[in-house]
């Protein structure tokens, strides 16, 4: 047992740490973020393509915005065939990037199964490190981490808890 423990850690340390290579990364400001839901609502499937294009070569350039969108164009399948693996792969980059919205969408992920097999100590991992910085769905994050602490034995949550708090002292530094 503590041997898969260890493999765990080691495989999450090594995820959260493949952030953004050296190369400069794009940063979408709110207006745009703003500019492109909005197309992506109301805006035809022409438009709603060139808003993916846009998007996907912002992800290519380590925006967590725009990976973050992807995860969202993808799961709710908005222009695009829904693919929860897909989607599952761009909240995946964009929480790498400590993108709290995105960490949350993660943890969800690993709870539900969706996109990937279910892994409750990795939804918890993520939903406790979603809870680091201030954000809109931080309620719901700690809600989320409650239930799936149901699912949990007592050994697991202190498991999880350290590997939780390992990931959280290497994200302090960044």
Known sequence: M???????????????????????????????ISQKYDVLTHGNQKQIQQIIQELS????????????????IYSKGRGVEKDMTRAFKYYAEAARQFDSVAQYELAKAYFKGSGTDPNMISAYI???????????IKEQTAQLQKDISKLLTSEQIEKAQILSTQLQQIYLKN
Do not use: F, N
Request: hydrophobic share 45%; net charge neutral; glycine share 2%.
């Open 2 to 32: 503590q041997i898969k423990y260890r493999v765990l850690s080691i495989a999450l340390l090594t995820a959260i740490s493949v952030a953004a290579p050296a190369e400069e990364t794009m940063h979408l400001t709110p207006p745009m």
């Open 57 to 72: 070569k912002a992800a290519e350039k380590h925006s967590s915005e725009a990976q973050r969108m992807l995860g969202e």
């Open 126 to 136: 993520w939903a406790s490190l979603s809870q680091l910085k201030e954000s809109s």
